[in-house]
Each structure stands twice: as C-alpha cells, then as structure tokens.
C-alpha cells in the first residue's frame, strides 16, 4: 500500500500522511519546496530509503511515497520528533503543565507556567537505559520532554524516570495531523498540544503528603469507631439496667389515671393500663401515660393540626415530664442491641406506637391519613359530655361569684365566716344535696341559679322580694328590703294621686281653651256645665277631668255643637237674603196697598204660612214667586 492509500485508511480522508523528506544535508523538506518525481532528491527520515515526491500533476494530494513501494510507516512519527527539537532551537519558550504541589504544608494543585528553556542536548542517553526526546533546563532545574506521537510513556518508563530523578514532561501530538505545518508543529509542542507531568519531585511530595493524610485520616477514624463500638456498648449496658430497675419502681407505683371520671363516662377507662413492651420508659404506670394520649392528644386535640402517630406523641410526653430522660432519643441501633440484652425493653416511642395499634384493634381510633383519630362516634360522645361539664363549671363559677358578691352586701356580723366555696359545701333542703352536687345534676341546677338571680337582683338594683334564702344568712337582708318596698310603694302612690290630679287639671284646661274659643256667654257655661246622657250623666268638663277618653268625647260634642250653630246661622243668613228677595219682588210687581197683605197673609197654598216666612229656599222662593204672579194678575201692577 502507498503512503497516500495509508493515510486515507488511517484518517478516514485524502489527507497526507508524509510531507516531509530529509535532503542530502539533513534538512527537511516540504513536499512544496521539491520538483516532481525523484527529482526531489529526498530521503525517508526514518529509514533512509528513497521517496519520489507525488504531486497535484499526479491527481492526488501531494505527499513523499517510498520509491520501492513499501512504506516503513516510521516516516510520519520521526518528521514530528525532528520538527519539536527544530521548533526549540528557533523559540526556546514552553509551556509547563499544572501540577499538585505543596503549599505550607497543604497539597494544591498549583497552575502551569510559561518559561524560557536551555537546550542542552537533542538526544540523551545515560546507564539506565533513559533516551529522552529533548534534554532541556528550565527554572534552573533540569527537563526531559518525551514527544508522544502513537505511544505515550508506560508504567515502567514513568518508573525510571522516577529513579532517574530528573523531571519529566510529556507532550502529546497525537492529534495533530501528519501534514501540519512547521509553525502548527512548534505552536502545539511550545503551547497548545495537552502535556501532563511524568515525573517531578514536588508532584511526589504531595502524593506522599496526600497518602500520609489519608492513612492518618483511616487511623483516626479506626480510633473514633473503636470508641464509638466502646461507647455505644457501655450506652446499651447502661440503658438495659436502668430498664429494669424502672420495671421494678413502676410496680409498686399506683396509678392516678388522670380524668378517669370522664374516660369512664365515655366508656374508654377499660382501654388504658394496657401494658406493651417499653412501658417502663415512661415515669408514672400505663394507665397515666396512656390516659393522657387519650385525654391530651386525641380529645383536647394538643398537637393542634399535627399528625396523631406515635413519634410527636412521645415528643408531647416528653414535654409532660412522662418518659423518662435517658429513654428519651434512643437511636434505633442502640434500641434493637438493648432490645437483644433486656428482651422486655422497646423505646418509648415503639411502646407508644404499640398502644395506637391496640387501640387499633378495638376500633377505639381509625386511621386517617398518615396518623389516627378517635371513632366518630366516641369522639361525638365525648365532645357532648366535655360541653355539658362546661356549661356546669360555668354554672358553678356564676353561682360561687354571684354567692360571695351576696355576702360582701350584708353586714359583717349577718355574714359571719361564710364564703361562696363553704356555701358550695353546706346542704340544699329540698334536695338534701350539697349545693354543689345540687348544682352538678340536671335537676336542681336551674332553680338555684334562678333563686340567686332573683337574690342579686333584689340587692343589685331594689328588685322583687326575694323568698328563697338558700341557706344564706339573708333573712334580715329581705325584711329591711320588705320595708324599703312598702316606702316606695307609698311613695309611688303618692306620686301617681298628684300625676293624676295634674292630668285632670291638664284636661279640664284644655277643654275650657277650646270651649271659650267658640263659645260666650250664656252658651258657654251651658255647654260646659250640662249633664249628658251620652256621657253617662257626666258634665264635659266633669267627662275631661274623668280620662282622656273623656275629653275626647267632650271637645266631639263641642265641635258637633259649634258645626250645629254655624249651620242655623247659615240657614238664617239665607232665609233672611230670600226674604228680601220676596219682599223687593213684591214691591216691584204689586200696587203698595196689596205689598203687605201679600207678605203677611197666610195661604192655604203655601202651607198656612206667610209668602214671607215660606220664601227661605231656592224651592220655596219660586212657589211664592208663582203666587205673586197669581196676585199680580189679580190686582195689578204698581202704579
């Protein structure tokens, strides 16, 4: 294969692999710088043979191709060694990779440089079998730089080079392509190609300092779990003593079981005392700790809207003072090796979470959610009898403030050492209870309290006489109120005989204003003085003095009366204006000698009256109209 057909196999394109052929001087050249054919005049760099110099003309890419034919495939790898030493003696500038190191004693990793070199020898060799590529100075220190182009440096290189004691970097050109450029060449081995540390001295001091850190670092750890294991053993010995001797107090304790009234009420004193594994964690016997889950935490609700499952429960406990201390936050490693030592043992949280699942059982509390509740209709029980104790307490608080404020009312020798609490002790007659009792039951509760209001009241604010003494010392308290009533009855009587002669007077006046404002003289007193049968034989002024009902009915008759006057004078007014109309038309239409036996003479026609007195309508003025004509054309007109 030729060397163009073994760079396409190799790089997947038509790039070159060899470009450069040494010349007879040992220069190398560029395939651009030669003539076509062997007229290049070059050798392989690697091997010496002859290369024939392929060219555009040739319809390929320009590439040296071993005369024979057989490529020794060294040419490539030994162009770009040749071309780093080349670049160091143009531009002795390198750059140093990063390396760990030691910084006042810590291992860091301290950052690459860039730094002028010395070189002192293209190739080196010594005894121990180390050729470097490059034999530099830098930093006043001596370097071999190894150029990698197919193989880095293996395990047993790094080895002797770490004997050698000379540093060491590697440069790696495997990526660059076989036809780069002089300048890409010298710009990857000087800066950019990757280069990493083979050997130097600070690099294996802190590798030591990182090994000595880590063994020191094991060894301690070693000593904090051997003394953690001793710890942990003498806290497991400890636990499981202090298990039995709590087991051992706790049997001769009583319990107090509290609220234990109310639990059996409710029907739930059966479901405390259950003894579970780990009671003796806690300071008082089941029965308490347990009665206080059940009081606290599942019907006063104290977690508030916090999950009711056994760990912030025992937190709860905890803040009661009922688990013991050194039972309290028992990891799980120790409990199970102190479970292993004292088999009765479980912390207080497990004993906790066994009780809930007892409770479980006997359908006392259902789950919900992640945590539990008490059953729905035992909850509804309990609220019902927590809300009627309530109501008593209060009742009993009213009863006992209302008492002591009674006493404090009466003189000191009627009150004598009597409080409201001794009242509460003393016995209520009509249930021979003590009062306190009495007011406890659903009986007695509402007449006390109703006796002692109508007590305060009547000190309170001069109410009704109080009967009920309710075995208070009140008896002289009531008669001196009994007194003070019958005063202020009298006075009230008093108050209302002259209220009442004043509204008589008020009356009387009122009626007497209207009166004299449409009546006088004569007819005045008349009306005022009068009896009436339609007021019950009663004169209006005596009506009006009698009630209001009265004077209503009297100023009735006084308008009627008024209204009856002005309707006569109207009728007068108007007979009176006919009357003249009769009379002028009569003087008009007759001769003077007949004028007043017409006015004056009766006539069966208008009713046996007179022209004159029948003439007071507009009705009767026409018919004695007509009878003036009758007259008229009897007797004539006036002359």
């Known amino acids: ?129 180390i050729i470097p590529d490059l034999y530099l100075r830098a930093l006043s220190y001596d370097l071999f730089v190894e150029v990698a182009v197919t193989h880095a440096s293996d395990d047993t290189k790094i080895q002797r080079l770490r004997e050698h004691g000379t540093m060491a970097v590697e440069i790696d050109l495997s990526k660059l392509p076989r036809d780069a450029t002089r300048e890409q060449i010298a710009d990857a081995v000087q800066q950019s190609a990757p280069r990493r540390w083979l050997y130097h001295p600070g690099i294996e001091a802190a590798k030591a300092k990182s090994r000595a850190d880590e063994e020191k670092w094991h060894a301690a750890q070693a000593k904090r779990y051997a003394d953690y294991q001793a710890k942990h053993h003498r806290r497991v010995e400890e636990l499981a003593r202090a298990y039995a001797e709590a087991l051992t107090q706790l049997a001769g304790k009583n319990a107090t079981v509290p609220r234990y009234a109310e639990l059996q009420a409710i029907g739930l004193a059966e479901h405390v005392g259950i003894k579970v594994a780990g ?73 906790i979470d066994s009780y809930l699942q007892h409770l479980l059982g006997k359908a006392v509390l259902v789950e919900q959610g992640y945590g539990v509740i008490l059953e729905k209709a035992l909850s509804d029980k309990w609220t019902a009898h927590t809300l009627a104790k309530t109501r008593r307490t209060a009742v009993m608080h009213a009863a006992v403030q209302a008492v002591d404020w009674i006493l404090d009312q009466l003189p000191e020798k009627e009150r004598g050492n009597m409080t409201g609490e001794s009242w509460l002790n003393s016995i209520h007659t009509e249930s021979g209870m003590t009062y306190r009792a009495a007011i406890q039951s659903e009986i007695e509760a509402a007449t006390i309290t109703a006796e002692i209001s109508a007590l305060v009241a009547m000190f309170e604010n001069g109410g009704r006489l109080a009967y009920a003494t309710l075995g208070l010392p009140v008896e002289g308290a009531i008669e001196r109120h009994r007194v003070q009533l019958g005063k202020q ?44 049968d339609d007021l019950s034989g009663m004169t209006p002024l005596e009506a009006a003095e009698d009630s209001e009902s009265g004077l209503a009915r009297a100023r009735s008759m006084l308008s009627d009366l008024v209204r009856q006057r002005a309707s006569v004078a109207d009728a007068d007014a108007e007979r009176k204006r006919y009357q003249q109309m009769i009379t002028a038309d009569a003087m008009r239409s007759l001769p003077p000698e007949h004028i007043d036996a017409f006015l004056n003479g009766r006539d069966d026609d208008l009713g046996r009256t007179t022209p004159l007195l029948f003439a007071r309508d507009e009705d009767t003025y026409r018919k004695a109209l007509k009878k003036l004509s009758e007259w008229q054309r009897e007797f004539g007109g006036p002359v």
């Open 489 to 532: 009855v009298e006075k009230v009587r008093e108050k209302q005989i002259q209220e009442a002669n004043r509204l008589r007077q008020s009356r009387r006046d009122r009626l007497c204003i209207d009166a004299e404002t449409e009546l006088s003289g004569p007819g005045l007193g008349a009306f005022l003085n009068t009896k009436r």
């Open 1 to 129: 294969m030729d060397d163009h057909g073994e760079a396409r196999k190799s790089y997947g394109s038509d790039r070159a692999q060899l470009v450069y052929g040494r010349r007879d001087d040992d220069t190398l050249a560029h395939i651009s710088e030669v003539q076509r054919g062997l007229a290049c005049g070059c050798k392989c760099p690697a091997c010496g043979g002859r290369l024939i110099a392929r060219l555009k003309d040739d319809h390929v890419v320009p590439h040296f191709a071993h005369n024979d034919g057989e490529a020794c495939g060294g040419g490539p790898e030994t162009v770009l060694h040749l071309l780093a030493k080349e670049a160091f003696r143009t531009n002795p500038k390198m750059h140093l990779p990063e390396r760990l190191g030691l910084d006042k004693g810590k291992v860091v990793m301290k950052p690459g440089q860039e730094v002028e070199t010395e070189l002192l020898r293209l190739e080196y060799s010594d005894p121990k079998k």
């Open 279 to 351: 009671y003796g964690c806690f300071t008082v016997p089941p029965a308490d700790w347990q009665a206080v889950i059940m009081v606290e935490v599942f019907h006063d609700k104290c977690l508030g809207g916090g999950i009711c499952k056994a760990v912030p429960i025992a937190k709860h406990l905890e803040k009661r003072r009922l688990i013991r201390p050194q039972f309290q936050r028992v990891s799980r490693e120790i409990a199970q090796d102190v479970a292993v030592a004292e088999s009765r043992f479980a912390p207080a949280w497990k004993a």
